[in-house]
């Protein structure tokens, strides 16, 4: 059984940046893919990023393209989403999910069909 926990959110101004990890535990990562959602207050979740098994092939919603990454350490059991050029729209609960080896963007274009869900992260931006 895969547990997921979602870290790094916080406060941050217009303009600046985070990095969220998502750390499994209970099972290696190596063969999930693995995306972060958003739901914002009164929206519906959303995809925001994915990445495949392996880390070549990623994927991103047009919203955060050229101002967000998504990286993973499969040695460490972890992927990341460096978030930067933040906006008062990226405010939201960040969730990380795993899928087995899912496509990823499939994955992205959907919240069902994921195995594994962490319990979310609180970015808030904010002046």
């Known amino acids: 059984q895969l547990q997921l926990v979602e870290s790094g959110g ?18 290696t990562l190596d ?3 693995i995306g972060w959602f958003r739901q914002a207050p009164g929206k519906e979740r959303e995809g925001v990023s994915c990445i495949n098994s392996s880390g070549r092939d990623t994927n991103y919603a047009d919203s955060v393209k050229d101002r967000f990454i998504i990286s993973r350490d499969n ?8 978030m930067n050029s933040l906006k008062f729209e990226d405010t939201a609960v960040y969730y990380c999910a795993a899928a087995l080896y899912r496509n990823i963007r499939t994955m992205c274009a959907t919240t069902r069909g ?3 869900w962490g319990k979310g992260t609180l970015v808030t931006v904010s002046l």
């Open 10 to 27: 916080g406060l941050v101004q217009p303009g600046g940046s985070l990095r969220l990890s998502c750390t499994a535990s209970g099972s």
């Open 31 to 33: 063969y999930y893919s």
């Open 75 to 82: 040695a460490k059991n972890t992927v990341y989403l460096q």
């Open 114 to 116: 994921n195995d594994y």
